[in-house]
């Protein structure tokens, strides 16, 4: 059976409380820890930037997967993997040099991902698919949590699921965006290895149980 990875996101978490919170997400059975990175300009928002990495390192064991919602990414996507982040991807849509980024981020030492927009379509992976550890898709507007799951993402999980299994590629696929107890099977069935959620995890007061109710769920994907 796949194994499928839960990615709380911290942007839903009390920041006051951050190192309870995400020892509360581990204690449920999280295995990544997402950390959405905003610039105010490539998305319309501001969250975190490499000291609460640099703290989050130190507070957990978990892997930290850093989601770079930010313009010039390549400027900055080494200095999270010196942070302590696992993983870190960076937007298509925000770097015209995916390549040398991706081998930036690899050569620090951590896993690269590329992170594609719910209105960009596949194709623009065409060739960064084979240099990138991993694709996470969009399945909300970047910028915000708690967005309603945007539909046809699951087609496009599907498709890209395609596109790798086709040319006998490793690439994993990450979908981030709208997903809960309600739909995580769904995006599982479709593809999909590694799930963020926010305001699931998050938003509901227990964490820990939170995170075993998605794993259940994404259980009863077949
Ligand atoms: C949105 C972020 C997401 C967000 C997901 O731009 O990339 O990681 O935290 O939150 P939910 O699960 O609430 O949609
Ligand atoms: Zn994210």
Redesign the pocket.
């Known amino acids: 059976m796949k194994t499928v990875e839960i990615a709380p996101?911290i942007?839903?978490a009390d920041f006051a409380r951050l190192g309870e919170e995400v020892a509360a997400a581990e204690r449920g059975g999280a295995t990544l820890l997402?950390c959405?990175v905003?610039d105010g300009h490539f998305?319309p928002n501001l969250t975190i930037g490499l000291p609460v990495i640099k703290s989050l390192r130190r507070a957990t064991r978990l892997p930290l997967d850093a989601?770079l919602?930010i313009s010039e990414p390549g400027l900055y996507a080494d200095k999270f993997v010196e942070a302590g982040a696992a993983m870190v991807s960076v937007h298509v849509e925000a770097d015209p040099h995916l390549h040398r980024t991706l081998a930036c981020i690899k050569g620090a030492g951590a896993a690269a991902g590329v992170a594609i927009n719910p209105a960009t379509p596949l194709g623009a992976l065409e060739e960064a698919l084979a240099y990138a550890d991993y694709i996470l898709i969009?399945s909300?507007n970047?910028?915000?949590?708690?967005?309603k799951f945007i539909k046809t993402s699951l087609d496009k999980v599907r498709r890209l699921r395609r596109m790798i299994d086709e040319r006998g590629l490793q690439t994993r696929i990450e979908i981030?965006?709208?997903?809960g107890a309600e739909n995580i099977a769904e995006v599982v069935a479709a593809g999909a290895e590694i799930v963020?959620?926010?305001?699931?995890v998050f938003?509901a007061g227990d964490p820990a149980n939170a995170v075993r109710e998605l794993r259940d769920a994404a259980a009863q994907w077949v």
């Open positions: 996101s942007l839903s997402h959405d905003m998305v989601h919602m969009m909300v970047p910028g915000f949590g708690g967005q981030d965006g709208g997903i963020v959620a926010g305001t699931a938003g």
